[in-house]
C-alpha cells in the first residue's frame, strides 16, 4: 500500500494527540504527591493533602460497635477502614476496595506485618496480566504495597488479603483493588503501628450509619 503524504501528516497529528494525553494524564497523577518522606532508609514520594477530599483523611469519628477496641472494621460500601478506640470512637481511614468480582467480607486477623514488603503477584493475577513480573522488590517505586503491608489470616490459613499502601493515592475512595484494601502511604505507616499480631478484623458490607460526623477536625496523616 502506497503511502501519501496526506497519511503521514495525519499520522503525525494522531501521535502527537496520544502523547499530549499521556502528557496531561502524567501530570495529573504527579499532582498528588508533593515532597518526599524517608522511612527506614527509602525515600518515597509523600501525598498532597491538598488534593484529597476532607473525607478521605484520617480522622477520629464517633463509632458505635460491639466489636472490643482494637478490633480494625472495614465498611466495603463506603470504603472506610475504623480502628475501634474507647468512649464509642474510632480512627477512620479512606481506603480503596476490591472492584465487583473481586470483594471478599468476613472475619480474620492480622498475622503477619512487613517493612517495604517485596510484591508477588498471584497466579491468577498473572493469568490476567501475563505482563508482570515474578515479583517487585520493597522499596521500588513500582511495589503496589508501598511501605508496609499487614497479611489477613483465617483460621491459620492465609487469606490471600492485605492492608497496604498505594502508589495511586487517587484511587483511594474507589472499588480499584483485586481485594486487598489499599491505604494512603502515611496511613499504611499508621496502620502498622496501631495493629500487632492477632489485631481482630471484620469487613463488612456496610456500616456507615453506626459512624457520625467527625468529633475532630480532620488532620494531616502524620499529625495523628
Known amino acids: 500500500m502506497k503511502l501519501t503524504r496526506r497519511d503521514f501528516v495525519a499520522g503525525g497529528v494522531s501521535m502527537a494527540a496520544a502523547l499530549a494525553v499521556g502528557t496531561r494524564a502524567q501530570a495529573a497523577a504527579a499532582d498528588y504527591f508533593k515532597g518526599t518522606i524517608t522511612d527506614n532508609g527509602v525515600t518515597f514520594r509523600a501525598t498532597n493533602w491538598a488534593k484529597i477530599d476532607p473525607k478521605w483523611r484520617r480522622q477520629v469519628v464517633k463509632f458505635k460497635s460491639s466489636e472490643p477496641q482494637g478490633t480494625v472494621v472495614v465498611d466495603t460500601r463506603n470504603r472506610f477502614l475504623y480502628v475501634i478506640m474507647e468512649n464509642k470512637t474510632a480512627i477512620r481511614y479512606g481506603v480503596g476496595v476490591g472492584k465487583e468480582g473481586f470483594q471478599w467480607f468476613g472475619r480474620a486477623n492480622v498475622d503477619r506485618k512487613a517493612l517495604w514488603p517485596r510484591w508477588t ?7 490476567r496480566h ?6 517487585v522488590e520493597g522499596g521500588s517505586p513500582k511495589n503496589p504495597l508501598g511501605p508496609r503491608a499487614l497479611y489477613l489470616h483465617r483460621d491459620g490459613a492465609d ?8 502508589i495511586q493515592p487517587w484511587s483511594i475512595g474507589t472499588d480499584a483493588s483485586s481485594g486487598c484494601i489499599r491505604m494512603f502511604n502515611e496511613d499504611a505507616i499508621d496502620l502498622y503501628q496501631r495493629c500487632p499480631i492477632g489485631t481482630a478484623v471484620q469487613v463488612l458490607p456496610h456500616l456507615a450509619d453506626q459512624a457520625q460526623k467527625s468529633i475532630a477536625r480532620p488532620e494531616e496523616p502524620d499529625s495523628l
Not at 501475563?130 to 515479583?135: K, M, N
Not at 487469606?159 to 498505594?166: A, N, S, V
Request: charged share 20%; hydrophobic share 25%; aromatic share 14%.
Open 159 to 166: 487469606t490471600g488479603y492485605r492492608f497496604h499502601g498505594t
Open 130 to 135: 501475563p505482563e508482570l513480573p515474578p515479583f
Open 121 to 127: 503477584p498471584p497466579p491468577e493475577m498473572i493469568k
